[in-house]
């Protein structure tokens, strides 16, 4: 079992950036894909980006691109989102995600293992 713990999350003004920490346990983290997704209340959950098992490849949504950069280390068993130039819009609880069989993919409903979360507020 794969547990997944999300940290970083806080208050932050818009233009201003903040850097989540997702540290896993449990399972041989070199072989998972990797995400972050996000939802806002009232909201559907919404895919932020991933990153591959070696961490060469990487994919974004639109919403986020050149803002946001993931990168895992696979050594420390951790995966990062580093998030610049924040939005109001951006406001969301932030979730780890790993997909164990390693498929590069953007819906939710694929991914195996999920974190608890940490909110990000953005105020304006």
């Known amino acids: 079992q794969v547990q997944l713990v999300e940290s970083g999350g806080g208050l932050v003004q818009a233009g201003g950036s903040l850097r989540l920490s997702c540290a896993a346990s449990?399972?041989?983290?070199?072989?998972?894909?990797m995400a972050w997704f996000r939802q806002a209340p009232g909201k559907e959950r919404e895919f932020v980006a991933a990153?591959?098992?070696?961490?060469?490849?990487?994919y974004y949504g639109d919403s986020v691109k050149g803002r946001f950069t993931i990168s895992r280390d696979n050594a420390k068993n951790t995966v990062y989102l580093q998030m610049n130039s924040l939005k109001p819009e951006d406001t969301a609880d932030y979730y780890c995600?790993?997909?164990?069989?390693?498929?590069?993919?953007?819906?939710?409903?694929?991914?195996?293992?999920w974190g608890q979360g940490t909110q990000v507020t953005v105020s304006s």
């Open positions: 990153v591959s098992r070696s961490g060469g490849s990487f």
């Open positions: 449990g399972g041989i983290f070199g072989t998972y894909v």
């Open positions: 995600a790993a997909d164990a069989k390693g498929r590069f993919d953007t819906f939710a409903h694929t991914y195996d293992y």
